[in-house]
Nanobody
Framework: QVQLVESGGGLVQAGGSLRLSCAASGRTFSRTRMGWFRQAPGKEREAVATISWSGDSTYYADSVKGRFTISRDIAKNTVYLQMNSLKPEDTAVYYC???????????????????WGQGTQVTVSS
């Protein structure tokens, strides 16, 4: 089993920044993708940013390109999401996710994630 614990959410004014962290513990697997997803009230969950095992490849939703940066520290089993120039429409619960085994799926594919964190609320006020 893998446990994912997110932190770093909160309330911020539009234009501000937040950094989310997701620490993985338990049995982790090499070559697996990790990603950040979000779900706003009344909306479907969407992928925000994903990253390869090595960190060399990333994927971003169009809505966050140029504002968000995903990174990971393999030694610490931690993935980060730096969010800058936040907008009210970024308000959502943000979830961290990873695969239970190497699937070889594209970073742009939302399927294949087996483990999810409990989520952290991000609220951006206008």
């Amino acid at each position: 089993q893998v446990q994912l614990v997110e932190s770093g959410g909160g309330l911020v004014q539009a234009g501000g920044s937040l950094r989310l962290s997701c620490a993985a513990s338990g049995r982790t697997f090499s070559r697996t993708r990790m990603g950040w997803f979000r779900q706003a009230p009344g909306k479907e969950r969407e992928a925000v940013a994903t990253i390869s095992w090595s960190g060399d490849s990333t994927y971003y939703a169009d809505s966050v390109k140029g504002r968000f940066t995903i990174s990971r520290d393999i030694a610490k089993n931690t993935v980060y999401l730096q969010m800058n120039s936040l907008k009210p429409e970024d308000t959502a619960v943000y979830y961290c996710a990873t695969e239970s085994y190497y699937t070889g799926l594209s970073l742009a594919t939302e399927s294949g994630y087996n483990y999810w964190g409990q989520g952290t609320q991000v609220t951006v006020s206008s």
